[in-house]
């Protein structure tokens, strides 16, 4: 069965230091791979995608993720934290291929940038 | 400036009542979908739909129902089956909805619900 999961509720960094939020995902095909960012009380923004090629992606407000299928990992990582990157986090995860391609999505991280 | 428009933005009704939640889009995408947040618990969808006239159930449809009549709306009513209505209900649109699509969502910035 398709499964996503981010393994930590609550990641805590200092701001400018390097930000890692982990997703790790279980599909039996090809994944499409997606990151989105909450802030309180609004809707979902989209951050960025892997659907094929280069397995570093780089998205919106300076993240990047790193696509790894020998670990089936998508973490969303960033140089450099802001405290206004402080937010809930959710990694999503379809199918690439065959009938089933229902968006499965984490539970979230909520991000803490400490000033 | 496209987008999709929620509202109300909080809502508040009384046990045994439906309510109707509004969802708006302007940018012209064919597939809606309704999610609903629970604390702890991420994002589960309620019904999606891929075409005007079309729309199915998603993951917790029970208690719900929905209509698409026009392209650009995609309203949700909670009705009185609904047994836990009492959350944040989101908003979704891509330009498609199909199989393989590598789409991202847009969101509206949802409505709160509270039944009391």
């Known amino acids: 069965a398709q499964s996503v999961a981010q393994p930590e509720d609550q990641v805590n960094v200092a701001e400018g230091n390097p930000l890692t939020v982990k997703c790790t995902y279980s599909?039996?095909?090809?994944?499409?791979l997606f990151w989105y960012v909450q802030y309180p009380n609004r809707g979902l923004q989209f951050l960025l995608k892997?659907?094929?090629?280069d397995n570093l992606v780089k998205g919106s407000y300076g993240f990047e993720a790193e696509f790894n299928k020998s670990q089936t990992s998508f973490h969303l990582k960033k140089p450099s934290a802001l405290v206004s990157d402080s937010a809930l986090y959710f990694c999503a995860v379809r199918e690439g291929a065959g009938n089933n391609r229902k968006l499965i999505w984490g539970l979230g991280t909520s991000l803490a940038v400490n000033p | 400036d496209g987008g999709i428009t929620q509202s109300p933005k909080y809502l508040f009704r009384k046990e045994g009542q439906n309510v109707t939640l509004s969802c708006e889009q302007n940018?012209?995408?064919?597939?809606m979908y309704w999610y609903r947040q629970d604390p702890g618990q991420g994002l589960r969808l309620i019904y999606y739909s891929q075409i005007v006239n079309d729309f199915q159930k998603g993951d917790i449809a029970e208690g719900y129902s929905v209509s698409r009549e026009k392209k650009e709306s995609f309203p949700l009513t909670v009705t009185s089956a609904q047994k836990n209505p009492t959350a944040f209900y989101l908003c979704a649109s891509s330009p498609e909805g199909g199989r393989g699509s590598n789409s991202p969502l847009h969101f509206g910035n949802g409505t709160r619900l509270t039944v009391t």
């Open positions: 599909v039996s095909g090809n994944p499409y």
């Open positions: 940018l012209n995408h064919d597939a």
């Open positions: 892997y659907i094929t090629g």
